[in-house]
């Protein structure tokens, strides 16, 4: 047998790194995508960079909100009258925000949760009724939901709920409960009723296989949905604007909107920091849990069965 000379074959020039010119760049259909990349960039930019700058100014040592004078926690809690802490309107506003967050998630999640069981499990016309109704209501514009619920407030209402706290409680929990719902009942329909159903020929009753079986399933929605509900209260305005009444029911919202309109001082921007790392915060602990929780998932639905 003749000896044969084994060589390695020669790679062919790729057609890619033969094509020259912008033409060829643009024709190119595995080229980096440089221009999203320059687009992504540029938005994060445009969106991230002014509310940075309004933290920074946050803690500028004089009042100036232009022109940066050295750092400092004055705005914050040193300045004897305007600081954030210690001026009394701005404290009050402070806990107020955080009083109709706190209050619309533990009113709204609940209720929105069995709303989307109900729908999701009950089948007929006023179930799609109901439905249609939840669905109308998320896309009706808040100004509008916002102006129906002060006349009713204010002149049908007036008596069982004046315009103040509990009127914007009862609007926030009527303008985030779609929000609870949708996020609950997407969960449903990636369940389905089959654990309930596994649970109860193993002699769990329906209030158990609710209890022990569906709701860890919805618990990682049902967070989600809390983190989105208390974030969106806390930077609502519409409604909350709408419905307060005293100074004293005003949140940090509605006094940021009415001091940024005249020339205040930069413990404002300090008032919105505590806003925006407050909903990021929330957002941040809802997104930790719910990950956590839905780790049991990934081992199968069979851990939730052992409590039965």
């Not at 209260?233 to 309109?261: H, Q």
Request: no cysteine; glycine share 6%; proline share 5%.
């Amino acid at each position: 047998m003749s000896d044969t000379a084994i060589t390695a074959p020669t790679t062919r020039p790729s057609r890619v790194a033969t094509r020259r010119g912008v033409f060829g760049w643009v024709r190119d259909p595995w080229r980096k995508p440089r221009f999203l990349q320059t687009l992504t960039w540029g938005y994060l930019a445009w969106s991230i960079l002014p509310v940075l700058i309004a933290i920074m100014f946050s803690f500028n040592a004089g009042r100036s909100r232009s022109t940066w004078q050295g750092f400092s926690f004055r705005w914050w809690y040193q300045d004897e009258f305007d600081s954030l802490w210690r001026d009394q309107d701005l404290r009050r506003a402070m806990v107020q925000t955080f009083r109709l967050a706190i209050a619309t998630v533990v009113l709204a999640v609940p209720i929105g949760t069995a709303f989307a069981i109900g729908i999701d499990r009950w089948r007929g016309r006023i179930s799609r009724t109901a439905n249609f109704a939840m669905l109308l209501q998320f896309v009706v514009p808040e100004l509008i939901l916002s102006i129906a619920l002060f006349l009713l407030f204010n002149k049908v209402l007036k008596d069982l709920f004046p315009l103040g706290t509990y009127a914007q409680i009862v609007g926030l929990t009527t303008f985030q409960l779609s929000y609870s719902v949708i996020i609950v009942r997407a969960r449903l329909l990636s369940i389905g009723p089959e654990y309930e159903e596994a649970a109860m020929d193993l002699g769990a009753t329906p209030g158990q296989a609710l209890r022990r079986v569906l709701m860890p399933l919805l618990m990682p929605a049902v967070l989600a949905s809390a983190a989105l509900v208390f974030a969106d209260a806390v930077d609502n305005f519409v409604t909350v604007r709408y419905l307060s009444g005293p100074a004293s029911s005003e949140p940090l919202s509605v006094k940021i909107y009415t001091a940024a309109r005249q020339s205040p001082a930069p413990s404002i921007n300090a008032a919105a920091t505590v806003m925006l790392v407050s909903t990021l915060f929330m957002i941040a602990i809802g997104w930790f849990l719910s990950r956590r929780v839905s780790k049991g998932d990934t081992s199968g639905a069979d851990a939730v069965f052992t409590g039965l």
